[in-house]
C-alpha cells in the first residue's frame, strides 16, 4: 500500500496532540523543569512494574499486567505476564529506550529500524517526527510503514496507586500503514506520563481511529484505554 495513501493528517490529526490535551481523565500538576534534567533509570534484572489496565469509556477494570526485565544485553527483555501469572508478548528495547518489539498496541508489532519509547531529550519543548517500518507477530513476510510524532507537554506531578512521581508528559500520533487493505488514515494516539526516577511510565492512555475505504462520515474508534501504576521495584 501506498504511503501516499497514509500522509499525516496536520490539520486534523496533529490537532488533539498539539494542543497537549489528555486523551481521557487522568491529570497531573504542572511543575516547573527540573534543573539539571534528571536521568532515567537503567534497567537491571528484576526491575519490575505493575499496572491496572482500564476502559476510559466505562471505567471497566481489564486486570493486571507486570512486566519484569529478564536479561540485559545488546538488547533489554522485559517479560509480561497477566494477572493470574499468565505469560503475555515480551518487550523488547534495543538500547534502552528504543523499542525493537512492542506489545502494548492491539496487535505485537517490531519495528525496524527502532524507534524511541519516550522522548530522548527530557525536555518540556522537545518533539520529532520518527518514520519506520513494522511488521505484525506471525506476519514475517509483510511490513507496514509508520509514522509517529512524538511531542513533550511538560513536567508534571502525578499521583497514581503506586504514589506520587515527577513526570515528563508526552504525547505521540501515530499514522500508521494497515495491514487490512480496506481500512485507511489509520491513527493512534497516545497521552504517557514518563517518570526517569523508575525508567518507565506511571500512567498512559491510549486510542485509536480508522476510516474504511469509500466510506464517509465520522472515523471508526477502536478501544480508549488507560494504564496506571500500582507497584514498582
Sequence with gaps: MNLSRRVFIASAALAPVACGVPLGYERGTPVAQPKPLPSVRLPQVGQEWTYIKRDVFDGKNLGLVTERVASVGSTIVIERSDESG?????????????????????????????????????????????????KLAGYPDSAYNWQEYMSAHGWEQITVPAGTFLTLRYQSLVNYESNDDNKVNCIRRETVWFAPSI???????????????????????????????????
Excluded: H
Excluded at 97 to 111: A, E, H, N, R, Y
Excluded at 206 to 223: A, C, H, K, R, W
Design 199 to 233: 525508567g518507565r511510565w506511571v500512567a498512559r492512555e491510549s486510542s485509536g481511529s480508522y476510516m474504511i475505504q469509500g466510506q464517509l462520515g465520522t472515523p471508526n474508534l477502536e478501544d480508549s484505554l488507560q494504564w496506571q501504576l500500582t507497584s514498582y521495584k
Design 86 to 134: 499468565g505469560r503475555l508478548a515480551n518487550e523488547v528495547q534495543g538500547p534502552w529506550g528504543m523499542v525493537l518489539t512492542d506489545p502494548q498496541w492491539p496487535k505485537v508489532v517490531s519495528f525496524s529500524p527502532a524507534i524511541p519509547l519516550w522522548p530522548q531529550e527530557l525536555s518540556a519543548t522537545w518533539n520529532k517526527q520518527f518514520i519506520t517500518k513494522y
